[in-house]
T-cell receptor, first 114, second 116 residues
């Protein structure tokens, strides 16, 4: 079982739609959570960090539920340019030590259609 | 703003050859991470360095080694290349804050290695 699990999709949505991605992680010691976006054959780009209180950046809202070890990303008013793979990412821990490494989910593919 | 620089961007090697990948972190970032992404897979952590010392090691083959230099750039050395080493190799950098939480990592454009 992967340490970070995501539904790979693809999610095919029309422009203007609201879409939500979910992710679960297995290490309850994890403290840092992120969503990255990756376009085909390009580098992952940090979309947003996910804080305990939840956070919003324009059309993007991220939520964290530590009790359920669950992270979500909501995209409102989808644009064609939002088409990409969205990677749920968790900081790796060894015991109580934050090792700094990132552990990636397998990614969720979003395709926004006109 | 300056980003992470990686070179070369593309590299083609034969089996059993060696390769050296270079990474120049964002200015003032003190931590460098290397990741490998195979076709259709998510990035896998290889190794990291903080202030020129190895800080963590992941699923990196013994044939690979890396180091961080005094100017904070890092090199990943790969020997006895195998077909399965064909992948995208990303370098990321961050500034390691006190407590280590939320060390946001920024990725370079990657080196695409093809082993024939």
């Amino acid at each position: 079982r992967k340490e970070v699990e995501q539904d790979p999709g693809p999610f095919n949505v029309p422009e203007g739609a609201t879409v939500a991605f979910n992710c679960t992680y297995s290490n309850s010691a994890s403290q840092s959570f992120f969503w990255y976006r990756q376009d085909c054959r390009k580098e992952p780009k940090l979309l947003m960090s996910v804080y305990s209180s939840g956070n919003e950046d324009g059309r993007f809202t991220a939520q964290l539920n530590r009790a359920s070890q669950y992270i979500s990303l909501l995209i409102r008013d989808s644009k064609l340019s939002d088409s990409a793979t969205y990677l749920c990412v968790v900081n790796g821990y060894h015991g109580s030590s934050n090792t700094g490494k990132l552990i990636f989910g397998q990614g969720t593919t979003l395709q926004v259609k006109p | 703003a300056a980003g992470v620089i990686q070179s070369p961007r593309h590299l083609i090697k034969e089996k059993r050859e060696t390769a050296t990948l270079k990474c120049y972190p964002i200015p003032r970032h003190d931590t460098v991470y290397w990741y490998q992404q195979g076709p259709g897979q998510d990035p896998q952590f290889l190794i990291s360095f903080y202030e020129k010392m190895q800080s963590d090691k992941g699923s990196i083959p013994d044939r690979f080694s890396a180091q961080q230099f005094s100017d904070y750039h890092s090199e990943l050395n790969m020997s006895s290349l195998e077909l399965g080493d064909s992948a995208l190799y990303f370098c990321a950098s961050s500034f390691w804050t006190s407590g280590g939480s939320y060390n946001e990592q920024f990725f370079g454009p990657g080196t695409r290695l093809t082993v024939l």
